[in-house]
């Protein structure tokens, strides 16, 4: 069987259409698609559905795509590094949500780097559908997302639990009255400023409905798509926000914010370790892998 062919049907597979694999390709598309039939020839099985938006992989399809994606992702992993690299562990290309990958991947990982097995690290940022999608499609060999994929392409593991806290600057906290509020008083938030990261007010609105069983009456006052900037904005007095406990826990000890609530069971968001399936046989990525889920444990 053709390796090229092999490599360009798991291209489709990982990009889920033909014009998609063909740009990461850097051919056609009439290439990639006369590449497909010829492979599917030489199986005597089809191997995609054809759709109107994209393709789907039949089950021969999946089963060839999870047997062939490991060893080819090895093979790339050959050509790029050399056969004569004195590295063993070679290069790392991370993807993850900006602020937990800053304030908890990136310290641990940074560890591995001064080793005597020649670590090294490349990292993007990104939301959960594009740190997946470019998984997928090869871009990265390790990602950090709050959403768990589906199908057999991609393995999640859970890595740690974040939870989240109802934070505001000490004179909205006086504002609202005395002492920590009851899940039943949501009310008494109604109205004031709201600091989010979206229009659509994601963290609050989770956790309203966790905690208070309810929407927020409110709408975002300051929004800001970065975690660590509307902890800035809470601090000076912007408004009520939903922050990760990890990220707020240095400025709740000083009371720069206060915690409005404290909930017998705080609302949680999980994040998870995700690969291509079978790449935990590349000793960087394994090392990688092993390392921030040993790590993990001591997070709170």
């Known amino acids: 069987m053709d390796l090229a062919l092999l490599r360009t049907f798991v291209t489709v597979h990982r990009a889920g259409s033909f014009t998609r694999a063909a740009a990461l390709l850097g051919l056609s598309q009439p290439a990639v698609t006369s590449q497909i039939r010829t492979l599917e020839r030489q199986l005597g099985r089809p191997l995609f559905l054809r759709q109107a938006r994209g393709v789907t992989p039949t089950t021969i399809g999946d089963e060839l795509a999870h047997k062939a994606a490991p060893h080819l992702d090895a093979l790339m992993e050959i050509a790029e590094t050399g056969l004569d690299d004195d590295s063993s562990l070679g290069t790392l290309h991370l993807a993850g949500p900006p602020e937990f990958t800053a304030e908890r991947v990136l310290p641990a990982l940074t560890e ?7 670590f090294a690290l490349r990292v993007s940022f990104g939301n959960a559908d594009e740190t997946l999608e470019g998984l997928g499609a090869g871009h990265h060999d390790l990602a950090i997302t709050t959403a768990q994929p589906r199908g057999a392409l991609l393995t999640a593991t859970a890595l740690c639990d974040e939870e989240h806290v109802l934070v505001a600057a000490p004179r909205w906290a006086e504002r609202i009255g005395p002492g ?16 989010e990261v979206h229009e659509s007010l994601p963290f609050i609105a989770r956790y309203w409905a966790s905690v208070f069983d309810s929407g927020p009456a409110a709408s975002g ?30 400025a709740l000890e000083r009371g720069d914010v206060i915690a409005l609530l404290e909930p017998a069971v705080p609302p949680l968001r999980t994040y998870f370790l995700v690969v291509r399936t079978g790449t935990l046989a590349m000793p960087h990525i394994a090392r990688a892998h092993e390392w921030l889920l040993r790590t993990a444990v001591g997070w709170s």
């Not at 591995?112 to 020649?118: A, E, F, P, R, V």
């Not at 800035?232 to 009520?240: D, E, M, N, Q």
Request: aromatic residues 2%; proline residues 8%; glycine residues 10%.
């Open 112 to 118: 591995l780097i001064d080793d005597s097995q020649g």
């Open 180 to 195: 920590k509020l009851h899940p039943k008083e949501a009310h008494l938030l109604e109205g004031l400023p709201v600091v």
């Open 221 to 250: 006052t300051v929004v800001v798509p970065d975690l660590r900037a509307v902890l800035a904005c809470a601090i000076s007095g912007g408004g009520l926000a939903v922050l990760p406990r990890y990220l707020c826990v240095d």
